[in-house]
Structure formats: structure tokens, C-alpha cells
């Protein structure tokens, strides 16, 4: 009996290693920027380009597909599926020669990683009821902290290793530092990939409120969407904001501590992973926590109002880190920054899966993560960068542009999610059978 209420939790803990593998191929360039640079001859503008939009485009793009096969076919196969070609293509980085090359295998990451969150946010839903789903994808989430913190601190200390010790990879002799780092993270997936396919079972769908068992197409999902655009719009949006907020941190935060406080790779690389990912977790889990406490106390909106919350803490001290001359002032700002921020992390899989039905739970899923990829990923590194040339002074100016974007986007976020916070709460309650369903609206 314990093994079989065990066995969710073994599931979510196997997606949540998925989750921190993909963050880990994911991010490991933002550590890798300054020899790719000067390797490959490219601007911070190119680098941008291939930390953010080579990956969000094609991310974007196959979002839908694996949302549609999350909604209609198994949900673990598409993961295997996805994983093993983020994994090859993690590692066809360090094969990498030129800027079009490593665009190619940047954008095949990004073709891999869509496969899973959409499959990650059904799954989660059907092994775990509304009251705690929180911790739930809380766990998941911990995928994000977990490997964006070794991301950041093992792609340090592997470049400082290889830099100091000469150390190659069989097949590549005289590769670059970060040539054998790209390869020696991307091959572990697979083997994660082999473990999942080998011990994860699909879970029964467990339909929502007035949903029927008929597989719905692409014109229910867009049906969908437009008779809840009230609730959808502004707190996709909003969600999206707050990606700018993390994303342009992950990909130019640590250049920032290089630059302005003269950290080495690995040193940065320690002070940020011990604050991504410890306190990145503890915000998580504490997030997930809070949330399900007010939702099985008849908040079915906690999920969104816990969000507005930490969107509202986060980012004056992020800002306040971004401008601090002291070094120390600087690191501790950060940390209690990212603890708030990663409150998020968690709650937008469960605001996502309150507000959808169980057949679109892939689709919707989909949508989400194009539009927090698109804005996090593919256009707020590129502008952070622009900012930083054009207006803040080049090079060392990219705190100054990492501020102005919190700013703006915090703001923005706020905004939003006030707006959709009602109809949100509204759409969620009927999905969840607490008001009458609308036919026209499911």
C-alpha cells in the first residue's frame, strides 16, 4: 500500500532530475559565454542570440507539437523522446566551430526541451488531486533551481578544471575548455532518458468538470482559449513578464558578476549555484506549501495570489543587486532575491493546470511555455544586450540593463496578473465543478 502512494512521488522526483537536466543543458552557455566569445569572434549581441532566440524559436514551435501529442498520445514517450535529443544536442554544442553551427545545435535543444513541460504538467495533474498538487509541481520545479544551480556552479568549476589541468575527451583531442564541458553534461540525459522509459507508467486521465472522454482538436483548444481570453491573456502575460525578470538573470547575470566584481568562473560559479539552487529550492517548496494550504482552505486562486507576492519582493531586490558596487551587499541581495523569485517556479504549472481542461492540459501547457520562452528566453537576453551597448556603455554596463529590464518588467507583471486574478479564479472554479459549467466555454 506505502509503495503504491510512494510511486507519484517517485514519478515527479524521476521529471524533476528531466527538469534539472534540461536546465542544466539549458544554461550552461550563460556560463560559457566569455571563451565562446572569444573562441568564435562574436558579440555580446550574437551571443544573445544563441543563448536566447536560437533556442525560444524553435522551442516555440515544437511546444505545439508535443502539446498536441501530450493530449492525444502517451505522455512518457514524449519525454524519452525529447530528452534524449536535448541530451545529443547538449553535447553537439561542443562539436560546435562557428556561430552557425552552434545555432543549429542550440535550436535542437530547444526543439527536445518542448517535449517536456507539457508532458511533465498532464502527468503531475492525473497523478495528484488539486489540494496537493502545489507541492507537487513544486517538487518538478525544483528541476529548475536544482539545474540551473549546477548549470551555473559545475560549469565553472569544469571550466577552471580543464583550464588548469589541459583534460580532453576521447574523439577530441585539443577541444576547447568549453568544447569538453558542452559534452560532458549533455551525455548524462541519456541515461535519465533509459531510466523513465524503463520505470514511469502513463497514469489514467482524470477528466475535469462536464469534459467527456473525445480527444478535442486544435479548433476546441482555440475555442477554448478565446471564450476565456479574459483570464488566459493577462495572466499568460504576466507569467511572461516575470520570465523576462529570470531569464535575463540567467543569462547574463553571471557575465555581470565576472565583469563588475572580478569573480573567476568558478567563483561566480560557486556563489550563484549556492543561491540559485539552495535558495531557488527552499522558495519552491515553500511556495508549493503556502499555496496548498490556502487552496484546501477554498483559495483556488492561491496559486496566482502567492505569485503576485513574490513578483512584488523579488524584483526591488534584484534591482537593488544588479546596482550595488559591494561585492557582498551584491551577493546577499541576490540570494534573498532568487529565494523569492523561485516561489514562482512551481505555482505557474498549478495556475496552468487549474485553468484547464484535462485533454488540453498538453495544448495549454504548450501555449504557456511559448509565450514565458519567447519573452524570457528569446527576446529578453538580445535586449539586455542592446541596452547594454547602446545606452548603458557596452560591456559593463549590462547591470544598469539588467535593472531596467527588472523594473519594467516587474511592473509589468504586477499589473497583469491583478487583471486576470478575478476571471482566473472564476474560470478555474468551474473547471474544478465549484460554479455551473458554461458548454460554450469548455
Excluded at 287 to 293: F, K, R, S, W
Aim: glycine fraction near 12%; charge should be positive.
Amino acid at each position: 500500500m506505502w509503495m503504491r502512494a510512494a510511486y507519484p512521488y517517485y514519478v515527479v522526483c524521476c521529471l524533476m532530475v528531466a527538469s534539472a537536466l534540461s536546465f542544466l543543458d539549458r544554461l550552461a552557455l550563460s556560463m560559457l559565454i566569455e571563451p565562446v566569445k572569444a573562441d568564435l569572434g562574436l558579440s555580446d549581441t550574437e551571443v544573445s542570440i544563441l543563448a536566447g532566440a536560437a533556442f525560444a524559436g524553435s522551442y516555440v514551435i515544437f511546444a505545439f507539437v508535443f502539446g498536441r501529442w501530450v493530449d492525444t498520445r502517451g505522455r512518457r514517450n514524449a519525454i524519452v523522446l525529447g530528452m534524449s535529443l536535448w541530451s545529443l544536442a547538449t553535447a553537439a554544442c561542443g562539436l560546435a566551430r562557428s556561430f552557425g553551427s552552434l545555432f543549429a545545435a542550440r535550436s535542437l535543444i530547444g526543439v527536445g526541451e518542448a517535449s517536456l513541460n507539457p508532458a511533465a504538467y498532464s502527468m503531475i495533474a492525473d497523478y495528484f488531486r488539486p489540494s496537493r498538487r502545489g507541492i507537487a509541481t513544486a517538487i518538478f520545479a525544483c528541476g529548475a533551481t536544482v539545474g540551473g544551480g549546477l548549470a551555473i556552479m559545475l560549469g565553472g568549476q569544469l571550466v577552471d578544471w580543464v583550464n588548469a589541468t589541459g583534460a580532453t575527451l576521447p574523439l577530441m583531442p585539443g577541444a576547447a575548455p568549453w568544447q569538453v564541458v558542452f559534452v560532458a553534461i549533455g551525455l548524462p540525459g541519456l541515461f535519465v532518458a533509459l531510466l523513465i522509459a524503463l520505470t514511469v507508467r502513463e497514469p489514467e486521465r482524470q477528466l475535469t468538470s462536464g469534459e467527456t472522454r473525445d480527444v478535442p482538436g486544435i479548433r476546441d483548444a482555440l475555442s477554448f482559449i478565446g471564450s476565456n481570453a479574459r483570464a488566459l491573456v493577462p495572466l499568460f502575460a504576466g507569467y511572461s513578464c516575470i520570465a523576462i525578470i529570470g531569464y535575463s538573470f540567467m543569462v547574463w547575470g553571471p557575465v555581470h558578476f565576472m565583469r563588475l566584481h572580478g569573480l573567476d568562473a568558478g567563483g561566480v560559479g560557486l556563489l550563484l549555484g549556492l543561491g540559485y539552487g539552495v535558495g531557488g529550492t527552499i522558495g519552491l517548496l515553500a511556495g508549493g506549501m503556502v499555496a496548498d494550504m490556502l487552496v484546501s482552505r477554498g483559495k483556488i486562486e492561491a496559486p496566482v495570489l502567492v505569485s503576485l507576492v513574490a513578483v512584488a519582493i523579488d524584483a526591488p531586490l534584484f534591482i537593488a543587486a544588479y546596482l550595488a558596487g559591494d561585492f557582498t551587499t551584491a551577493a546577499v541581495l541576490f540570494c534573498l532575491g532568487m529565494a523569492a523569485a523561485s516561489v514562482v517556479g512551481g505555482l505557474q504549472i498549478s495556475m496552468v493546470q487549474s485553468l484547464a481542461p484535462n485533454r488540453l492540459r498538453g495544448i495549454m501547457a504548450a501555449v504557456f511555455g511559448a509565450c514565458v520562452n519567447l519573452a524570457g528566453f528569446g527576446i529578453a537576453p538580445t535586449i539586455t544586450a542592446l541596452l547594454a551597448e547602446n545606452l548603458f556603455g557596452g560591456e559593463m554596463g549590462i547591470g544598469k540593463a539588467l535593472a531596467t529590464m527588472t523594473a519594467i518588467a516587474g511592473i509589468g507583471a504586477a499589473t497583469l496578473i491583478l487583471i486576470g486574478l478575478r476571471p482566473g479564479r472564476l474560470l478555474a472554479q468551474r473547471l474544478a465543478g465549484e460554479l455551473p459549467v458554461n458548454p460554450s466555454r469548455t
